[in-house]
């Protein structure tokens, strides 16, 4: 089958049409992650070229930590929507519970770790000791 048979394909436009109904709402999300990240690029540079280098380097461990919250919560929302439809509303309410408690502790535990290790991480990464100062304070913000 050519590229042209399966774009006329009326099976796959149904299934386009399915996967973009339930992923414009993630697509919009992630389009103004991307809009704010800009602007705070754009007022990081405002206050000097290292305090914006210094944000560019702390918003890329805030991506990552950010791609781990998403995914968990995409799990947790995955779950608690199965048996919110399902007759175990006990087991929806207990998993809710665990979901919030969980995110919690889990939360908590990485800001105090996350401040913790900010001076070392910055000697790991070997920042430029112009910009030492401002990326611990960044990173414990």
């Excluded at 991307?34 to 890329?60: N, S």
């Amino acid at each position: 089958m050519s590229i042209r048979d399966a774009l006329r394909n009326k099976n796959l436009k149904n299934i386009v049409a399915e996967s973009w109904s339930m992923s414009w709402p993630m697509t919009v999300i992630m389009f103004c992650t991307f809009i704010i990240g800009l602007f705070d690029v754009y007022v990081a540079g405002k206050f000097g070229k290292e305090i914006q280098a210094a944000y560019g380097l702390v918003y890329q461990i805030y991506f990552i930590l950010t791609i781990i919250g998403t995914a968990l919560t995409i799990g947790s929302v995955s779950v608690i929507a199965r048996l919110f439809t399902s007759d175990k509303k006990e087991e929806c309410a207990m998993t809710v519970d665990s979901s919030v408690v969980a995110v919690s502790a889990i939360g908590l535990m990485m800001a105090f770790v996350g401040v913790a290790t900010a001076p070392l991480l910055v000697q790991w990464l070997r920042v430029p000791v112009v910009l030492k100062q401002p990326t611990e304070i960044l990173l414990k913000i």
